[in-house]
């Protein structure tokens, strides 16, 4: 209620356009469904296992394998609509459009709101106008029915609550219920998006640690020695020898390196003020505590190798890391140094200051880490219980796929670029903000000639708008100081960096563009500050204010334009006739498989939602169970889903005979129908080979 009390013109504005628009998209023809909204067969995944279990099947896609494949937050809420797929399959589906288009109106307020309190209200209208009605963020965020839209609404609000809290502590004590309700929007926030754990840790960081340098440096400089140690293996193996034979150890031995280096250096001084002592000193602080992390890392992993239990990682790496890491962790200390205030030099040493502190250092972080660790453990606990996992199958096996040089599914990284999240297709983690990178590369074509060189000139763009990002950053600190704390960039910037790593260092195949959301909200936030610093000359100029806000309220119109004319002709009304099925492909597969069939398919999230009397059961292992999963990596697969009743297979031939099936079906398929680049297959008992 007082959401609504304080809402202001543009802000209703908003909501009205939005809530009318998606109205009429959710009263459209039923055949618009998986055809032109709903079009992701993973959404589908949710659909089905929400309606299976309100049915009394289970947590299960087909109602015979129990799976944990989805984040649970977004399951919760799909469990009363898709309640009612048992009257009607599309009313659910009409109900989760405008349940969506509520988020998507929310969440642009919440933008609007963030960005007005901390910028101003101009900029405010361009953020809450591009996040309401830019057509990428209508398409990945809110069209694929999957958990971006409430993984949004998480981090806002969290956002939210942290920069209120963020003016409390200067003023009050900060109690225990603080940091307990802060941990408890955490724990949705991880819970909309179980990659998002990374962002929920660095903020116990931001704050635990708060009123000291510590709080701006740990988290970047985890960020740095994750991007430096598992960088620098990859760089000694070859990328795609570390993704199929390194990426497991890797990562082991870089969290180890991350808890020995972040302690070595506090230790060490590398987080007391910078401008406690001369920078030589800081820099050699920061020069001792690496090397001495460094140090207790190597001796780990030689230890663990005299035991016969060592981790498969290229030594050579070792000092690869350290050189890269020392480089980028001294070029931080510089920077904070440029951004720090001026003080006296001196100061308590790093030891005296946590026999001061460590009380209230632990006190404050079991009471955020306590309730968030423990949320995190009881879901785990569940899952091993349930489903014989404590994490979503769905992760395991498309880190299983990434580790495969030639699968038929979207392979792991396999160039620099990918590495680091900064790829021109998969691995964009940075759309749309890269779109000005593609749109400024081509008016480099007179420097950078050629058509094999457009790689050069998209990352020639970039370089540059990077430049002036910092060059405009570091002409404003002040500005960039007070903006960046209370926007949270730091912990934004951090936690996006690490999750980006946690897929394209891990060997992880299969990366989609939704799984960018705390990436989205920070283009948001960042591109309102570099549009703030822009226009904040042209305020002292007569009459500025309202024509800006009349500039901005006019690209408020065209965008709303552009999601007025991608819905209206896409979800028609009268078009299909009302008892048409919503997928051709369900014709085909109900008149040449009897009722009661179970039917395996790659993927069928769609299928299985609308199809009648019949069950589809997903073989990639994306939505089946943790035993399916170790079945179909030691090639038993088609025996085990036999013994589970499944006699028809619709799928494409050449795509069961390559990774991850490797053809283990194959002696077992008899083909008899075909339908649109797939084929029906009979899966017999017995090999014929």
């Known amino acids: 209620m007082k959401f609504i009390k304080r809402l202001s013109l543009f802000e209703a504005a908003i909501i009205i356009f939005t809530l009318i628009i998606h109205l009429y998209a959710a009263l459209s023809d039923a055949y618009n469904f998986p055809n032109a909204w709903f079009t992701r067969d993973d959404a589908y995944y949710y659909f089905k296992v929400a309606r299976n279990i309100t049915e009394g099947l289970g947590s299960s896609f087909d109602g015979i ?13 799909c469990l ?3 309640a009612l797929a048992r009257f009607d399959v599309i009313l659910p589906l009409r109900i989760l459009l405008m349940l969506i288009a509520v988020f998507q109106a929310v969440n642009a307020i919440l933008v609007y709101r963030l960005v007005k309190a901390h910028l101003s209200e101009t900029v405010a209208i361009l953020a809450a106008s591009f996040w309401a ?8 965020v809110y069209k694929n029915g999957l958990e971006t839209p409430v993984a949004v609404l998480a981090i806002l609000l969290l956002l939210h609550k942290l920069t209120a809290f963020e003016k409390e502590w200067r003023t009050k004590a900060v109690t ?9 929007l955490a724990v949705l926030v991880l819970f909309s998006r179980l990659d998002l754990i990374f962002l929920t840790v660095i903020i116990g960081i931001w704050l635990v640690f708060r009123g000291r340098i510590i709080r701006y440096l740990a988290p970047l400089d985890m960020l740095i020695i994750f991007a430096s140690m598992t960088g620098a293996a990859a760089f000694r193996t070859g990328v795609v020898s570390y993704n199929t034979y390194y990426a497991a150890s890797t990562i082991q031995v870089t969290v180890i390196a991350v808890v020995f280096k972040l302690i070595s250096l506090y230790f060490f001084g590398a987080y007391q003020h910078p401008r406690a002592n001369p920078i030589w000193k800081t820099l050699r602080q920061a020069l001792f505590g690496l090397t001495a992390g460094s140090f207790a890392t190597i001796a780990v992993v030689l230890i663990r190798a005299q035991f016969g239990t060592g981790f498969n990682f290229p030594r050579s790496a070792f000092l690869l890391d350290w050189g890269i890491s020392l480089f980028l962790i001294l070029a931080l200390r510089l920077a904070a140094y440029f951004f720090s205030t ?10 005296s200051e946590f026999k001061t502190n460590w009380k209230t250092w632990l006190t404050e972080g079991a009471a955020y880490y306590g309730v968030l660790g423990g949320f995190l453990a009881a879901y785990m606990l569940f899952n091993k219980l349930m489903f014989g996992t404590s994490s979503p199958v769905s992760g395991q096996i498309k880190r299983w796929w990434g580790t495969m040089p030639y699968t038929i599914y979207e392979e792991a990284a396999t160039n620099w670029p990918s590495f680091f999240g900064i790829g021109r297709t998969t691995f964009n983690a940075w759309d749309p903000a890269t779109d000005l990178f593609a749109w400024f590369a081509e008016f480099l074509h007179p420097i950078i000639e050629g058509a094999n060189y457009a790689a050069h000139r998209y990352y020639a763009a970039m370089a540059v708008f990077v430049i002036a990002g910092l060059i405009l950053v570091f002409l404003n600190k002040r500005r960039t100081i007070q903006v960046g704390t209370n926007l949270l960039f730091i912990p934004l910037i951090a936690g996006s960096g690490i999750q980006i790593l946690s897929y394209t260092t891990t060997a992880y195949g299969g990366l989609k563009e939704w ?35 009349a500039v901005a309220f006019a690209l408020c119109l065209a965008l709303a334009y552009n999601i007025y004319d991608s819905i209206i002709p896409a979800m028609t009304h009268g078009y299909y006739e009302p008892d048409r099925r919503p997928m051709d492909v369900l014709y085909f597969l109900e008149a040449n498989t009897p009722p009661g069939a179970i039917i395996g398919m790659t993927g069928g999230g769609n299928v299985g ?14 939505i089946n169970s943790s035993e399916y999963f170790h ?23 050449k795509m069961l005979s390559t990774p991850p099936f490797f053809d283990q079906f194959g002696p077992y398929l008899e083909r008899y129908a075909e339908y649109g680049g797939k084929a029906l297959f009979y899966l017999l008992e017995e090999p014929k080979y």
Do not use: C
Not at 176 to 184: A, D, F, G, P
């Open 176 to 184: 225990t219920r603080q940091l307990v309700e802060i941990s408890l």
């Open 80 to 82: 009363p609509i898709f």
């Open 133 to 140: 009605f830019n057509l990428y963020i209508q398409s990945t």
């Open 65 to 77: 394998n129990l799976t944990n494949g989805y984040h649970p937050l977004w399951m919760l809420i």
């Open 609 to 622: 939602y609308f199809i009648n009397e019949r069950t589809i059961i997903n073989m990639d292992g994306l």
């Open 515 to 549: 799984y960018w959301t705390s990436e989205l909200i920070l283009i948001t936030l960042a591109g309102s500050f570099f549009m703030d610093l822009l226009l904040r000359p042209l305020r002292g100029i007569k009459f500025s204010r309202p024509a800006l806000q």
């Open 631 to 653: 079945t179909m990596q030691a090639g038993d697969a088609p025996v085990y889903l036999g013994e589970r009743g499944m006699t028809v297979i619709f799928a494409n031939a």
């Open 342 to 351: 001026p003080r006296p030099l001196g100061g308590e040493s790093a030891l």
